[in-house]
């Protein structure tokens, strides 16, 4: 097995374990708190530090990544410099974290959360900032292994502390900080294991090199935060932390599923770096890339869709109903971010990363506008339709700057996702159709409508010519194919 599919296998299996924990663990949380104000607190103080916590990194950690892959030599002077920019960095972001809160008229509760939660800030910018050079040197077994030993940890103190204590949602945090701690602790052993003891000494011998070459870095990541989570902030201005609370059921639930292309992506990335000298093989290997996705997505998110209330219902409770139609809107954003993943992957081959960030860029102030409009429209359900109209833009803008990458038409990206996407839709029509009458035999018989669903999309799917034997044989052929991982050292 080679580096780069050893690498993917094992991060794409602690991913999945990871993010099945993740997603169990605040189903939990939902159905023990049973209150959406209390979940909404929680939720908000983790979307302010994880969004005051990219500034800790100003895009170092990308860099690491990088130019570790590059020149293991000096990995360790780069990490040291690294981290003493995070220690003079860090003091200002958790002052930042801690002034916000009044700011932005948090509530009590939300408050007091932040105050612990910018603890689990700190921990995690160090932590991976630290896989980041295990990463780099080719050993993500570690990462692998610390990030689902930290979620596990995470929620077994949560869940310990929900079911033994008083309902005091502080603890959920504590809980959250015990995981992060364990992966600083980990990562840390870790790299001291591979670069030396010393290689953890702040030092600022590169001047400010390291924030130079993060800075690209740290403007997508960004606009990113931004465009991920300005939803959250405006539904708690407008709406309230309740209302919050029962859009985070549907945050979650929606994007628990990102994970799923990172894989393939992870393949993808260096076989297109490989054909760049090649525009026909480059093309036909992002249209099987977007075909491939399509075939991933299509069948899990328009599924989804059509039992949207009932996974609601039986997974949070029916106080969490209000989040059914949102979900639906998300998942219909979720498509586009599905295939955006290959677009990414290519203008990061072709060194077009500035073009990338400004598509971003577009997005953010896409969804900043938008949100500001429609959540006062039409409630929670407005941040739902603005991540449509968002991730819609990001694609498009990305869409137009691969064609100058590639010579690629929209009849053509169509043609590759057709089948499948039709398949899809067709199969929620008919989910949606024979729900009904199944549940009217019993409240939980809707479920019998999954491997019909998953029938009525492999058959249509092959009938409009989305799912063919040539598909499946070229996609693995190309994955598998030795030119792509020759070039993957310094893409890892």
């Known amino acids: 097995m080679s580096v780069l599919t050893k690498n993917t296998f094992l991060l794409t299996i602690a991913s999945v374990g990871q993010k099945a924990i993740a997603f169990f663990y605040f189903a939990f949380i939902a159905n023990v708190l049973g209150d959406e104000t209390l979940l909404g607190a929680y939720f908000l103080a ?5 969004t005051v916590g990219v500034l800790d990194d100003v895009g170092m950690t990308s860099v690491v990544i990088r130019d570790t892959a590059k020149n ?11 981290l003493g920019w995070k220690l003079c960095i860090i003091p200002f972001t958790v002052f930042l974290a801690c002034i916000l809160p009044g700011a932005l008229d948090f509530s009590a509760q939300a408050t007091s959360l932040v105050y612990i939660a910018v603890f689990v800030m700190v921990a995690d910018t160090l932590s991976v900032t630290l896989y980041g050079v295990l990463r780099g040197l080719h050993t993500v077994k570690y990462e692998a292994i610390g990030v689902f030993i930290g979620q596990s940890l995470t929620a077994i103190g949560g869940a310990i502390a929900l079911t033994t204590q008083e309902l005091d949602i502080r603890y959920l945090v504590f809980a959250l900080l015990i995981g992060s701690t364990w992966n600083v602790l980990f990562a840390a052993i870790q790299v001291s294991r591979k670069l030396g003891a010393d290689a953890l000494i702040p030092s600022w011998s590169m001047g400010t090199r390291p924030l130079r070459l993060g800075a690209m870095f740290f403007l997508a990541a960004i606009f990113v935060k931004i465009y991920s989570y300005i939803d959250s902030f405006t539904i708690k201005m407008v709406l309230g932390e309740g209302a919050l609370g029962v859009y985070s059921i549907a945050y979650k639930f929606a994007y628990a599923f990102q994970f799923l292309p990172l894989a393939f992506v992870g393949a993808l990335y260096p076989a297109m770096s490989a054909q760049l000298h090649d525009k026909i093989a480059l093309k036909k290997t992002f249209l099987q890339a977007e075909w491939y996705l399509a075939l991933l997505g299509a069948p899990i998110i328009f599924g989804l869709a059509a039992l949207a209330p009932e996974i609601i219902n039986l997974v949070y409770g029916d106080r969490y109903l209000a989040a ?3 979900l639906q809107l998300l998942l219909i954003g979720l498509w586009f971010i599905f295939m955006d993943f290959p677009i990414g992957s290519l203008l990061n081959a072709s060194d077009m990363q500035r073009k990338k960030t400004f598509a971003m860029g577009i997005a953010m102030i896409m969804n900043f506008a938008a949100n500001m409009i429609f959540v006062r429209m039409f409630g929670i359900a407005g941040a739902g339709y603005s991540a449509i109209l968002t991730f819609i833009t990001l694609f498009c803008a990305g869409f137009y700057f691969a064609r100058q990458v590639i010579p690629l038409t929209v009849a053509e990206w169509w043609g590759s996702v057709r089948g499948v996407t039709l398949a899809g839709l067709c199969m929620f029509v008919v989910v949606f159709l024979i729900k009904a009458p199944l549940m009217s035999v ?9 491997p019909i669903g998953a029938l009525v999309f492999i058959f249509l799917g092959w009938q409009f010519g989305g799912i063919t034997a040539y598909h499946i044989q070229s996609v693995t052929r190309n994955l598998r194919s030795k030119q792509y991982v020759e070039d993957s050292p310094t893409n890892a």
């Open 324 to 326: 059914a139609p949102v």
């Open 72 to 82: 293991q030599n000096g990995a360790k002077e780069l990490i040291k410099n690294i």
């Open 46 to 50: 983790l979307v302010l530090t994880t």
């Open 442 to 450: 019993h409240p939980l018989a809707w479920i019998f409508s999954i």
